[in-house]
């Protein structure tokens, strides 16, 4: 049910998007803005952030229920597999990567770096040389130390099939966030008969975002499925504390 109701509300955003971007069925920008997956505080980025947020909230519950029977370091890992999927949720609404990655890309214009930074001027491939290699040795980890308790669950195929999605969604962004998208506009208009750049630029995007929340979406529903089969058994009792 819950991954029902989060690939339905994903849709629902799409098609919001659809009428209120592509067929502008409202002239207020603001309108506009509020459903755009492209735009930063919008409806959709406030739900990647909260998909983000509850797979978080998913993997401290299980490293809360599996403590006492399992080494502490186990238990200090898949701490720190929440707080990276934490982190990721407060990226997605802050858009901390992107500004990180403008900020690299502005102080390598002023060659304040003192090293060759002409990779380092186009804000997305900042991105993708500081900060991509870290989220991809994390997502590694995470799939080294929990495959083989996923694998015996049966349930390994959503690690990597949440993970790829994820890998998919960063490379549009490193392929299409480029002068490349830029330099092949013309000819992606003229091959797909697009009439507007903004057809172009637009759909890239909301693809881009779309693969991230669905792989998000697959994430939290692998995690809740492990976490249903190692709470067996396991109850939460809510207790007044007074005497009489």
């Excluded at 505080?41 to 399992?70: D, E, G, K, N």
């Excluded at 040795?137 to 099939?161: D, N, P, T, V, Y």
């Amino acid at each position: 049910q819950v991954l029902r109701a989060s690939l339905l509300i994903l849709v629902f955003l799409i098609l919001a998007d659809y009428i209120f971007n592509y067929q502008n069925v409202s002239n207020e920008i603001n309108m506009r803005r509020l459903w755009n997956p492209a735009r930063e505080q919008s409806i959709p980025t406030w739900f990647s952030a909260m998909l983000a947020h509850a797979l978080a909230i998913t993997v401290f519950l299980i490293a809360w229920i599996q403590a006492p029977r399992q080494p502490r370091w186990a238990t200090v890992f898949w701490v720190l597999t929440g707080l990276f999927f934490l982190f990721i949720g407060i990226d997605d609404f802050a858009s901390i990567h992107e500004k990180l990655g403008r900020a690299v890309s502005n102080i390598a214009r002023r060659n304040e770096i003192g090293m060759p930074s002409v990779i380092l001027e186009d804000a997305t491939f900042s991105f993708f040389a500081l900060v991509a290699p870290l989220y991809a040795m994390c997502g590694m980890l995470i799939l080294a130390f929990l495959g083989a308790s996923f694998m015996k669950q049966g349930i390994l195929h959503l690690l990597f099939l949440g993970f790829g999605l994820w890998a998919v969604s960063q490379s549009l962004d490193l392929v299409f966030g480029t002068e490349f998208l830029r330099a092949n506009i013309p000819w992606i208009m003229e091959t797909f008969n697009v009439e507007h750049k903004y057809g172009v630029t637009h759909t890239v995007k909301v693809t881009e975002e779309s693969l991230e929340m669905l792989g998000t979406i697959v994430l939290w529903y692998g995690f809740l499925k492990y976490f249903t089969r190692v709470s067996d058994g396991f109850e939460l009792r809510l207790e007044s504390a007074r005497t009489d």
